[in-house]
């Protein structure tokens, strides 16, 4: 995959002139490297690195240093952010070491994570790749004092790398190589970890009146289905109900899309692949708490039998929809999955993911998702979990008047409303909302978050995977203690 593969070492195991990065606190550059730091103005602040090419480190070794500042009273936070800037200057190697030694292990593991999310890349698909091109770092090596003692954190950071890897993959692969089908078939991962996989398509979508999400993928050769994950735990409580908008790709249907930019909709599955992400880390840390995760998967397409403006179509819920426009998709494929998982789960809580509107970017950019609840503990606890893994919300309205701009004249609910300057992000939470009834409730729209244009000092281009980390921590945070149901 293109995630790095990390390892823990010792000093001993290092291999010779492999480029080292040196975490800095600010004013204790090592003695080795004050009078070169002096001349550089390096001191160790935040974001601050000194590439040294062919430094005698120790001894005759000669090798890249990179000294990358950590500031002052470091958290782990800032070891993430010292970690991604010492991949993004260092990425003309394949292979790297960091070295954590004498660090608490928070902030060494937070140097190699910060490193691996910056070191991912986009899977290619050509045969050869151009001489010009800086070779992608495909392993981190953590030095450490005690490289036997490996420890939970390190292991969950080990998994938690795949996991997010995983997520960043799926939604980086063109759409004729991950249709519906082949999005189930790569779920074959999760099985191994203990993960059970179940499949819902064809005729299973009408046994199950699951009318929205089959009405969405009919017009494409490449049917709809709903995938099913099942994650047991081992705490005999009801599961959380983690739900994932899964459009392999979005033509905006009969209300077609422009054309400029919907290459980029072979992405309106991050939603769905954040949920997988977060299962496989789930299951790899061996929670104790029962999640599930239903996966809406269709492709939104034209074709002689597509569905059309002005339709009324039977939800799973029971609801009559009628269709006001064929590109505002995801909120129903999202409001039948999200009915399936109340009736058969019956879970304590549910959370969907989507890139559901460009409403959300216009509104928070692309640093914070938008959150909707039904619930303030809900949004309190995911809020929380948010800023321990920098993956920021931002609660927004959910009003009755967004309720009631959705009356129909001929259903239960409209899908959306026509016109320009409407609170489409809002409207959609909305109508999301009418499917749930009264459990707890809550709605990210990573419509701004689920991709970086270009690279930055987080994220290399492409796939964040943004949602894996949030809703991992939610689960450790919120939902492991028996005896706080």
């Known amino acids: 995959m293109p995630s790095p593969e990390l390892r823990l070492i010792g000093a001993e195991a290092l291999t010779p002139c492999l ?16 009078t070169v730091a002096k001349i550089a103005g390096f001191t160790g602040k935040p974001d601050e690195t000194l590439r040294l090419n062919g430094h005698a480190a120790s001894g005759n070794d000669a090798r890249i240093v990179l000294l990358v500042g950590l500031g002052r009273d470091a958290k782990e936070a800032d070891a993430e952010a010292a970690g991604a800037c010492a991949a993004a200057t260092v990425s003309d190697r394949a292979h790297l070491a960091i070295d954590g030694r004498g660090l608490p292990r928070a902030l060494a593991v937070g140097l190699a994570v910060g490193a691996a999310q910056r070191a991912w890349r986009f899977p290619v698909h050509r045969q050869g790749a151009p001489a ?6 495909n392993r981190i ?17 080990r998994d938690m790398n795949q996991a997010q890897g995983f997520a960043r993959d799926l939604v980086a692969e063109p759409s004729n190589s991950l249709t519906p089908a082949a999005f189930l078939r790569r779920l074959s991962l999760l099985e191994e970890a203990g993960i059970g996989v179940e499949v819902i398509s064809g005729e299973g979508l009408a046994s199950e009146r699951l009318g929205l999400l089959a009405a969405v993928g009919r017009g494409s050769a490449n049917p709809p289905a709903l995938g099913i994950l099942t994650w047991p735990g081992a705490l005999p409580l009801a599961p959380v109900a983690l739900v994932g908008k899964g459009m392999t790709f979005d033509t905006g249907g009969i209300s077609i899309k422009p054309a400029h930019g919907m290459w980029d909709m072979r992405g309106d599955m991050a939603g769905a692949a954040a949920c997988v992400g977060a299962m496989l880390a789930i299951a790899r840390r061996k929670s104790p708490a029962p999640v599930v995760a239903v996966l809406a998967l269709a492709e939104n397409m034209i074709g002689a039998d597509a569905y059309r403006p002005g339709d009324v179509i039977r939800s799973h819920h029971g609801q009559t929809v009628q269709i006001i426009d064929t590109d505002a998709e ?30 959300v970017v216009v509104a928070l950019g692309h640093e914070m998702a938008g959150l909707y609840d039904n619930d303030a503990v809900l949004a309190a606890n995911l809020s929380a979990a948010g800023l321990a893994v920098q ?53 990210l729209d990573i419509g701004g978050t689920e991709l970086r244009e270009e690279a930055d000092t987080h994220y290399a281009k492409g796939p964040t995977g943004f949602g894996v980390r949030l809703l991992d921590r939610l689960i450790a945070l919120r939902y492991e203690d028996p005896d706080h149901p």
């Open 330 to 359: 995801g909120r129903l494929i999202l409001a039948d999955a999200i009915s399936y998982a109340i009736a058969r789960f019956k879970p304590r809580a549910v959370i969907d993911l989507a890139t559901l509107t460009g409403a």
């Open 132 to 137: 010009e091109e800086e070779p992608a770092i």
């Open 391 to 443: 993956e920021r919300l931002w609660r927004m309205p959910v009003t009755e008047g967004d309720r009631e701009a959705l009356v129909s004249d001929i259903a239960d609910i409209k899908q959306c409303i026509d016109g320009r300057m409407v609170p489409d992000a809002s409207l959609g939470a909305a109508f999301i909302r009418a499917f749930v009834t009264e459990t707890p409730w809550a709605h």
């Open 141 to 157: 090596d953590l030095i450490v004092d005690d490289p036997d003692r490996v420890g939970r954190r390190w292991l969950a950071a």
């Open 19 to 34: 480029p080292v990065v040196l975490p800095v606190m600010r004013g204790a550059v090592p003695a080795a490297f004050a």
